[in-house]
């Protein structure tokens, strides 16, 4: 029998036991918790993660600081708004929506984020703390997958890992946290030999290389769990995850489900994250 892990349901459970961290946190200091938020242009899908963020910090109890900017922003005028926000004491965490508009350098502009206001987990700082296995910012998604394996009490250590997508934000950092609760990682990409063979091999798998269904049921061992971080359209234009969910669950002892999985967990994260950057600073 295979469990499905509600991601919806633990990101709510998050949430409320974050709301009530920052509501103990603002009456013993004082101090609000601020979040700038920075959208550069009008790609939907942005529009809808923004406003998904700035919702879930009124729920958790975060001033959110919205910038909506034209998308033929000059990078001198973003990279002034970034300079302003790092200084300021209301701004606890900024998050630069990506991707960004082709005419600027998103690496000039992240580079600009201090790191202790790095929300996302994105800087060299962050991602070197993290391979070092120091205390950081940890990026929001793939955090958001250690806690839903703790949330089942899933054993990681000793176990074998299978990462498939290698990109800074999710795959290259999730290999990381997997590393350091002693898994053994191997993390797969678009030129890995035998990608079938060493999934099928794996006791977790996370997939994040956004193709849909790529995950079938022939690359899954028997009782494996396996975590879906896909956000992709099939055949029919229906939003599905990188596993064949339907074809691959019976073989799984833990799966989870695109939409209500890691999804939802990815803001809880971020609303996470803000909060430690208020209280650590
Ligand atoms: N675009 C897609 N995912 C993310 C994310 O986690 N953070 C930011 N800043 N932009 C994104």
Do not use: W
């Not at 013993?28 to 959208?39: D, H, P, T, Y």
């Not at 990682?185 to 790529?214: M, P, Q, R």
């Amino acid at each position: 029998m295979f469990k499905i892990i509600d991601g919806k349901k633990l990101a709510h459970e998050m949430r409320m036991d974050i709301k009530k961290k920052i509501e103990e946190y603002k009456s013993e200091s004082g101090k609000e918790i601020g979040l700038a938020v920075v959208l550069v242009g009008e790609d939907p899908a942005s529009q809808v993660y923004v406003r998904n963020k700035i919702r879930a910090c009124e729920e958790v109890g975060i001033k959110s600081f919205a910038y909506y900017l034209d998308k033929d922003t000059a990078q001198s005028r973003v990279e002034e708004l970034i300079r302003s926000l790092s200084v300021d004491n209301k701004i606890n965490g900024i998050l630069v929506q990506l991707p960004l508009p082709s005419q600027l350098d998103a690496k000039r502009i992240l580079e600009l984020i201090p790191f202790s206001k790095d929300v996302d987990g994105f800087s060299a700082e962050n991602i070197g703390k993290l391979a070092m296995n120091e205390p950081c910012l940890v990026a929001c998604t793939p955090n958001g997958v250690m806690k839903m394996l703790e949330s089942e009490n899933i054993g990681i250590s000793g176990k074998s890992a299978v990462v498939i997508g290698r990109s800074n934000i999710v795959g290259k950092p999730m290999a990381m946290l997997l590393t350091n609760a002693n898994a053994t990682v191997t993390l797969c990409h678009s030129k890995t030999k035998n990608l079938k063979e060493i999934c099928a091999g794996a006791d977790i798998i996370v997939a994040a290389l956004g193709k849909a269904k790529f995950v079938t049921e022939d690359m899954v061992k028997e009782g494996a769990v396996v975590i879906d971080v896909g956000m992709d359209r099939d055949e029919n234009g229906k939003l599905c995850g990188d596993v064949d969910f339907e074809n691959v669950k019976a073989k799984c002892s833990y799966i989870t489900p695109v939409p209500g999985g890691v999804g939802p967990m990815t803001i809880t994260m971020l609303m996470y994250n803000t909060y430690l950057s208020a209280t650590r600073s």
